[in-house]
Structures are given as structure tokens and as C-alpha cells.
């Protein structure tokens, strides 16, 4: 079997670097687009590599930004120019890291073909306070001044109504495996429908509810599994997760996931160093 990650990172390449070297059993290629204010130049150590794809056309992508979503999507138009047939393909960071061998995550995933591996809640009965992201305009991918001030007049004088009669859904987590025909009908829904876009463009966090949504509002929610097998800690109650370190080891290899977040290479080493050294699954 073989996988795409799908990479959107503006961090530093040492971790980047370290996952793709995990990962290189040669089940596995790398599609990353390195955020335009980044220097490509700083990623250089993994330019040549024969299973790393950059994306030439890269994008200045902002935290909860609509520009996150088509980021992903510039490398979904990578994955289906290569010609490659992937079984899935992994949504990622720069801040992700495989928390298995990379033996262990193919054989994991070979086990779940065919399977749509997102978790996701019910904006209705599960998620309500996602609504204030597609109900009211947010200006998060403008530059201008005065941005705020014009985002709180707009908010005043119109309530924003979605162009769909789709059941919302999203997670706190914008990361997942897909196989490609279901990333790719994402994609082309999207682009093919300018009305839709464009509110997409305007909602808060698209990224974590623009895959979800229209998944579960397709013939390919029958495939659905309600699990990204990710570990996030979010105890620190914050609209970021917790980062992990050495003592959250034990923690992390308890569970059934694939890969964990958020890591940082500057902090802490030692949780890398026990994850790489963390004995194989029994097949």
C-alpha cells in the first residue's frame, strides 16, 4: 500500500525533516507547501529528497483562515498530478509527529481500506458554538486597516446565512485520512461552486468543519469512520492544544493513534527520542 502526507507547516524544518526520515519505509511520500512567509530555502534538507514534493505556488496561509483549506488543496491538485495511486492520504502539520513506526502505520491503515478516518461532531446537537464561525463574518484572511472595526459593523447590520441546506459539521482538529477520490470530491466541491467559497472565505476555522461537513453530507459518510487516531491534549483549555513533552509519554502510547501534536523540537527532544525507540505492534 502506499500513502500521501499532506503537509501545511510554517514551522522549522527539524521536525519536518525527522517525521519524513520516520516514515521512509517507501510506503510513504511528502506533499508539503511551506508557508509563503517562510523562506523555502530553510526547508533546503529536504528539496532533493525522491519522496518529498514542495509546492511551488505557495500561499500566505492565516491561523483559521480559509487560506489554511486551499493551502491543502494546492497539494491535492500535487498528490493527483504525480499520477500515484495512494490508498490514503494524511492531512498534517509541521507540528505532527508519527507516535508508531511507520511499519505499524501502514499495516494499520491497510487494515482500513476504503475507510474516511475524520473525527467530527454535530454542529446541531454536539458543536453549537461553532455556529458564531459560519453566522457571522470574520475578516481573518484580510490585511487592511481598520479590519476589526468594518468586521463589527458587518456583524451588526447582517446575519450571514449559509448558501446549503447541509447539517454542519467540523472537530477542533482539521486533521485526518482520506482516500483520495473522497479528498478530491472535497476539492472540486468546493471550486466548482464560487457562492459556496466565497462563504467559506468569510466563516472562521474552515478548516476544521469544511472537510467534515461535506463528507457527511455525501454518499461517502457511509464510509465514515468517527476517529483521526491523533493525540491532542487540550486540558491547557485554550484555543491551542497543550504541547507534549517526556511526561506526557505514557499518555500517548496508551491510546490506539497514529501521530500526535503539537511537538516543538526547541522544547523538548527526549519525547521524539522514547517514541522513536517505543517497541513495534504485534501483527
Not at 507547501?33 to 500561499?59: A, G, I, Q
Request: aromatic fraction near 14%.
Amino acid at each position: 500500500m502506499r500513502f500521501a502526507c499532506l503537509i501545511v507547516t510554517h514551522t522549522s524544518v527539524a521536525l519536518t525533516s525527522r517525521m519524513v526520515k520516520k516514515l521512509d519505509n517507501g510506503d510513504f511520500d511528502f506533499y508539503i507547501h511551506l508557508d509563503k512567509k517562510v523562506k523555502l530555502e530553510t526547508h533546503s534538507e529536504l528539496l532533493n529528497l525522491p519522496n518529498v514534493t514542495y509546492v511551488k505556488d505557495r500561499l500566505d496561509a492565516n491561523w483559521a483562515g480559509f487560506t489554511v483549506v486551499e493551502a491543502s488543496f494546492k497539494c491535492l491538485r500535487e498528490i493527483a498530478a504525480s499520477g500515484i495511486e495512494y490508498d490514503h492520504i494524511i492531512m498534517m502539520s509541521g507540528q505532527d509527529y508519527p507516535v508508531k513506526s511507520a511499519d505499524d502505520i501502514s499495516a494499520f491503515l491497510a487494515g482500513k481500506a476504503g475507510k474516511q478516518l475524520i473525527k467530527h461532531w454535530d454542529f446541531e446537537t454536539e458543536w453549537d458554538e461553532a455556529f458564531a464561525r459560519i453566522e457571522k463574518f470574520h475578516f481573518t484572511d484580510k490585511t487592511f486597516k481598520g479590519r476589526y472595526l468594518v468586521q463589527r459593523l458587518a456583524n451588526f447590520f447582517i446575519k450571514r446565512k449559509p448558501p446549503t441546506n447541509m447539517r454542519f459539521y467540523g472537530r477542533n482538529s482539521a486533521y485526518w485520512t482520506l482516500t483520495p477520490d473522497c479528498a478530491m470530491y472535497v476539492m472540486n466541491y468546493v471550486n466548482q461552486r464560487p457562492k459556496f467559497k466565497r462563504f467559506l472565505k468569510w466563516s472562521w476555522g474552515a478548516d476544521e468543519f469544511t472537510f467534515h461537513t461535506l463528507i457527511m453530507n455525501s454518499h461517502y459518510s457511509k464510509q465514515v469512520e468517527n476517529n483521526d487516531y491523533r493525540y491532542i491534549d487540550w486540558s491547557a483549555r485554550d484555543v491551542h492544544p497543550k504541547w507534549l513533552s517526556t511526561e506526557d509519554y505514557d499518555k500517548i502510547v496508551a491510546t490506539n493513534d497514529l501521530f500526535a501534536r503539537k511537538f516543538n523540537t526547541d522544547m523538548d527532544t527526549n519525547i521524539l527520542d522514547r517514541l522513536d525507540n517505543r517497541p513495534p505492534d504485534k501483527h
